[in-house]
């Protein structure tokens, strides 16, 4: 019987496009330039859109962008973007933040009718003093650069909203993608590194809620001189304990991208255990990519997902978890 290094050794050669692999691959121990990392099984196919940029010798943060816009603009998607599932309200609000290697940022909270808020948080980052916009506000300014009305909510996702409204119970369920966020870490061909991260929230959720997604060291870190994190799952914990600037941190403290990631998850347990809290209907997974090309990631519970592209290979793993 092969073992597992053999066996991902082998199917890489064989030019497999998709694998499942444990996190032990996932360490990154061989550090490679170009890459792209993005959560889900969504990532997959967002990485192939970010790789026409990072492919082509362009840069991370062009490539994150476009990545992410590509799951936006799915109507299919039932998390991000246009298809994305509305409050308890009805109302698809979006919230997306974006971040370079030199800590230059952008970020839109509760923002509707704008099909792709992270290029709203881009023009934030780069045409504003500030780095957050929030609601009429975030609209307001989309429109004012060029970005057009849409309806949001398709046909599907009313439907399913409607049919919820019959019993209105707030139950999110892990490991469903139709509950979380697409977030992307990429590292350059010169070395820069970029993140993105881009959600329609919490399905059901309370009229104004705002998760961690587009917070600037919750959902989302990038530092050029250690690495770039992002973050997955229920939003309100990982703000708890500003996940992201946490697994970024423990890399520039000289962890590997793996290990940052499995302290930063032990943190959110910790959490949970001194307020005695349920968290059976929790799940939290974050991403890391430091800046030699090394990756990894970790997650609190089984069934987190994230993909994976360089030069040779295009992979969907399976993160390790604590429990």
Same mark, same amino acid.
């Given at each position: 019987?092969?073992?597992?290094?053999?066996?991902?050794?082998?199917?890489?050669?064989?030019?497999?496009?998709?694998?499942?692999?444990?996190?032990?691959?996932?360490?990154?121990?061989?550090?490679?330039?170009?890459?792209?990392?993005?959560?889900?099984?969504?990532?997959?196919?967002?990485?192939?859109?970010?790789?026409?940029?990072?492919?082509?010798?362009?840069?991370?943060?062009?490539?994150?962008?476009?990545?992410?816009?590509?799951?936006?603009?799915?109507?299919?998607?039932?998390?991000?973007?246009?298809?994305?599932?509305?409050?308890?309200?009805?109302?698809?609000?979006?919230?997306?933040?974006?971040?370079?290697?030199?800590?230059?940022?952008?970020?839109?909270?509760?923002?509707?009718?704008?099909?792709?808020?992270?290029?709203?948080?881009?023009?934030?980052?780069?045409?504003?003093?500030?780095?957050?916009?929030?609601?009429?506000?975030?609209?307001?300014?989309?429109?004012?650069?060029?970005?057009?009305?849409?309806?949001?909510?398709?046909?599907?996702?009313?439907?399913?909203?409607?049919?919820?409204?019959?019993?209105?119970?707030?139950?999110?369920?892990?490991?469903?993608?139709?509950?979380?966020?697409?977030?992307?870490?990429?590292?350059?061909?010169?070395?820069?590194?970029?993140?993105?991260?881009?959600?329609?929230?919490?399905?059901? &959720?309370?009229?104004?809620?705002?998760?961690?997604?587009? !917070?600037?060291?919750?959902? *989302?870190?990038?530092? /050029? =001189?250690? $690495? #770039?994190?992002?973050?997955?799952?229920?939003?309100?914990?990982?703000?708890?304990?500003?996940?992201?600037?946490?697994?970024?941190?423990?890399?520039?403290?000289?962890?590997?991208?793996?290990?940052?990631?499995?302290?930063?998850?032990?943190?959110?347990?910790?959490?949970?255990? &001194?307020?005695?809290?349920?968290?059976?209907?929790?799940? !939290?997974?974050?991403?890391? *990519?430091?800046?030699? /090309? =090394?990756? $990894? #990631?970790?997650?609190?519970?089984?069934?987190?997902?994230?993909?994976?592209?360089?030069?040779?290979?295009?992979?969907?793993?399976?993160?390790?978890?604590?429990?």
């Amino acid at each position: 019987m092969q073992n597992r290094r053999k066996f991902i050794k082998n199917t890489l050669l064989a030019g497999a496009s998709f694998a499942l692999a444990d996190n032990v691959f996932a360490s990154g121990k061989k550090g490679k330039k170009p890459i792209v990392l993005s959560t889900w099984n969504f990532g997959k196919k967002a990485n192939t859109e970010a790789w026409k940029t990072l492919g082509s010798k362009g840069n991370a943060l062009d490539a994150v962008e476009k990545g992410v816009r590509l799951i936006e603009s799915d109507p299919t998607e039932r998390s991000v973007g246009k298809g994305g599932r509305p409050d308890r309200d009805g109302h698809v609000t979006l919230d997306a933040c974006i971040m370079n290697h030199l800590f230059q940022c952008g970020s839109v909270t509760f923002l509707e009718q704008i099909e792709n808020p992270v290029s709203v948080a881009r023009m934030v980052m780069e045409k504003t003093p500030h780095i957050m916009l929030s609601g009429e506000g975030a609209l307001q300014f989309a429109l004012a650069q060029g970005f057009e009305k849409t309806n949001l909510l398709v046909p599907e996702s009313e439907k399913e909203w409607r049919e919820w409204l019959k019993k209105s119970e707030y139950k999110p369920i892990i490991n469903i993608e139709n509950h979380d966020t697409i977030g992307m870490i990429a590292l350059d061909q010169i070395g820069n590194l970029a993140g993105a991260c881009t959600t329609s929230g919490l399905a059901w &959720k309370m009229h104004g809620r705002v998760g961690d997604s587009p !917070i600037i060291g919750a959902g *989302l870190y990038v530092d /050029g =001189e250690a $690495g #770039a994190a992002t973050a997955t799952g229920h939003g309100e914990e990982v703000i708890r304990v500003v996940g992201s600037f946490r697994v970024v941190e423990n890399m520039k403290r000289g962890m590997s991208p793996q290990k940052a990631c499995e302290e930063a998850v032990k943190q959110i347990k910790k959490l949970f255990d &001194k307020r005695n809290a349920d968290m059976s209907n929790t799940q !939290i997974g974050f991403l890391a *990519l430091n800046n030699k /090309g =090394e990756y $990894g #990631a970790f997650a609190l519970k089984k069934g987190f997902q994230f993909a994976v592209k360089s030069e040779d290979s295009d992979l969907l793993l399976d993160a390790n978890y604590l429990s």
